[in-house]
């Protein structure tokens, strides 16, 4: 299963998120998309969203709506 991870910014995701997932059994049972693990470059959701994936997973706890970026 392709999980596409997807989570604000104004936390520190990859200690407290995508450490956690790595480490997890899951992640040698599915293939995680962590969007910002190994760049900070804009990553194209949507198509990957629309292409690829088989699960979406949003981290909530703080708000973001991706418009950050284009101010």
Do not use: C
């Not at 991870?5 to 293939?31: P, Q, W």
């Amino acid at each position: 299963m392709n999980i596409y991870i997807a989570h604000s910014r104004s936390f520190d995701f990859k200690k407290d998120l995508y450490e956690a997932i790595r480490k997890s059994f899951l992640n040698g049972e599915h293939t995680f998309v962590l969007p910002h693990e190994t760049t900070e470059e804009p990553f194209n959701s949507k198509d990957y969203l629309k292409n690829q994936a088989t699960l979406m997973i949003a981290e909530v706890s703080e708000p973001a709506t991706g418009w950050d970026r284009y101010e």
